[in-house]
DNA sequence: TTAGGACTTGGAGTGGACTCCAGCGCAAAC
DNA sequence: GTTTGCGCTGGAGTCCACTCCAAGTCCTAA
């Protein structure tokens, strides 16, 4: 389920990954420079070639990202998986403590959405 | 209800404004210079004296600021606000294309939180 | 085989939204 | 009445997260 074959996994471009990640390309070589993603492999001539591997890790940091974790703990949380299973433990706690941001962070948005209802129902009832 | 008596009124310091609004002193400065903030009324030296309608404007500013909108966005709004009430139609207008905006972004959000609980409880059950 | 698009690099540049600073005047608490 | 601290200005600086660039190489479809 998570390990395909290698030698018949399909690979994507650095286009193709972007348009699949919802990364730009830019932000995928960025993303690599600053180790937010391990070694894409290469071609014989240097062109990127991204698995399925790498566009699910691209989808976990998409959701992190887009959830307002900033880069750097993206990054810690990309070392821990690199050092192996005995840091699950400490990855559970970083994204326990991730969560309770982003539920703190929907309540907030959900009362300011209410704000703005009432504002525009005060405004229609001028 | 909304219009005090200016003569007895409380009026704040920046720096108590600051604290009851939760915008810091360089931010309120800045909103001013940039319009966002109709000038604030001084004291004789020159000093800012920040009033409960300035608050409650400041309420509503930091509303569409944590909701993601745009500081240019919302300069638009305080323009219309400032130019009477024939605006009131365009202010609903934008105020509700910001709702649409906030409520797309509150789904995400809650699905994103999804998909991260599902992340540690996979991790829990390794 | 060749045209045109996709990809490479390191480094510089951008945009948004603040945030800080120096050097000063004023306030208010003891 | 002085010290401690708050506030003033204009302009420069910062931070984050990209984003763009030039000059070159590579891939693919006709």
Redesign the interface.
């Known amino acids: 389920m998570f390990v395909a074959d290698n030698a018949t996994a399909p690979v994507y471009t650095i286009g193709e990954c972007a348009r699949r990640s919802g990364f730009t390309m830019d932000t995928l070589r960025y993303y690599e420079r600053i180790g937010l993603i391990d070694e894409v492999r290469r071609t014989a001539t240097g062109q990127r070639r991204f698995t399925d591997g790498d566009l699910e890790w691209l989808g ?1 940091l998409k ?2 990202r ?2 307002g974790m900033p880069v750097e703990q993206m990054a810690r949380f990309a070392a821990l998986v690199r050092e192996g ?1 005995q840091t ?1 433990p400490e ?2 706690r970083l ?2 403590a ?2 309770v941001a ?2 703190a ?2 309540d ?3 009362a ?2 209410d ?3 009432g ?2 129902a005060y ?2 009832s ?1």
Chains 1, 2 share one sequence.
Do not use: M, P
Request: charged share 35%; glycine share 0%.
């Open positions: 976990t959701c992190l887009d959830t299973d699950i990855r559970i994204l326990e991730h969560r982003v539920d962070s929907l907030d948005l959900a300011k959405r704000y703005i209802s504002k525009i405004y229609r001028v």
